[in-house]
């Protein structure tokens, strides 16, 4: 199989690239190298996929670059290209949002529509939920985004939407659940947490430390993604992909603690704009049509991403933050 998988240096692009690749399949990766966060870190984050004969990059602008020929090369398409991250999507940078989110899709699948018979898997995210009032969210949920950022993922589902309706591409969207592990986003709570706990840096957590989420470690949502490729009668169809460990950041700030081997110094403020208070997937139309399951213990996957972080500070110097990120 030959994917294309846009977004490669991305923190989920680049593990799906390298899954896809000790698979034996070929891939073109796709990315624009987007401001979001720096460079080198998605460098870094191609290094083992370069070592690939298979694996051809193209640095690209799906916004506005002509992507037929890339569409027309590749047995599926893998669209996990975005602007993420829901505190920065307010104010002047939603054009950004709009931009990679909504007009980098459409360009997309304009492309696909010319062969519609290939597989079209489209990362959506847990943010279209909004405050949802029933947990755990199953897919049948009425979606009510409680960020732009949300706003936008949901408008690239429903533009997936329509071109399946009305062209026939096969598509299929995952909303993902708080996706950790290694490579996470220098913005992203685990990783500015565990980069202050090896550095010895206080921590600012937006909210009580109560609030949850369905944390899903990177080779589980990987899984997935590769799953809803193949699997049949999933085209139109939306899933959610969680990792079934709804806990508070509380805990997870513990188990950081208990990895470093000294205290945390952590500040309680208020709650940002757009975070939601709870997030939990009901997963089991992923699970009998998919046949995903999450495999990897909370605790482990953490360790995981602590272990990671420790190992880049001690190579290198990453950039410096206090503050809770996206999660």
């Known amino acids: 199989m030959r994917a294309l998988v846009t977004g490669c240096a991305g923190f ?63 047995d599926v398409i893998f669209h996990l290209a975005a602007e993420p991250g829901v505190r920065a999507s307010w104010g002047n940078r939603f054009d950004s949002y709009l931009r990679n989110n909504v007009l980098a899709t459409q360009h997309l699948l304009e492309a696909a529509k010319a062969c519609p018979e290939k597989r079209f898997v489209y990362a959506s995210s847990s943010s279209i939920y909004g405050q949802a009032e029933q947990f755990p969210t199953a897919e049948s949920t009425v979606p009510r985004p409680y960020s732009p950022y949300g706003t936008t993922k949901l408008a690239g589902e429903h533009l997936c939407q329509l071109y399946h309706g009305n062209y026939g591409v096969q598509t299929v969207a995952l909303r993902y659940f708080s996706v950790y592990g290694p490579r996470q986003r220098p913005d992203m709570a685990f990783s500015i947490f565990a980069r202050a706990a090896v550095r010895g840096e206080p921590i600012t957590v937006f909210g009580d430390g109560q609030q949850t989420r369905d944390f899903t470690f990177v080779s589980d949502v990987v899984s997935a993604t590769q799953a809803a490729a193949v699997a049949e009668a999933t085209a139109g169809r939306v899933y959610n992909i969680g990792g079934g460990s709804q806990v508070s950041l509380a805990h997870a700030l513990e188990l950081i603690e208990r990895f470093a081997g000294e205290g945390l110094q952590v500040r309680y403020v208020a709650p940002q704009l757009g975070d939601v208070r709870d997030t939990g997937a009901e997963t089991t139309l992923a699970r009998d049509e998919l046949g995903f399951a999450a495999q990897t213990d909370f605790a482990a996957g953490l360790r995981a991403e602590f272990d990671w972080v420790r190992d880049s500070e001690m190579s290198s110097a990453g950039p410096s933050s206090s503050a809770q990120g996206t999660t």
């Open 12 to 74: 989920i692009g680049s593990h799906l690239t390298e899954a896809l690749l000790a698979d034996g399949d070929s891939v073109t990766g796709v990315d624009c190298f987007n401001d979001n966060y720096g460079r080198r870190d998605k460098l870094r984050n191609l290094e083992h996929a370069t070592q690939w004969d298979e694996f051809e990059f193209v640095p690209i602008d799906l916004a506005r670059g002509d992507l037929h020929d890339l569409v027309a090369d590749a």
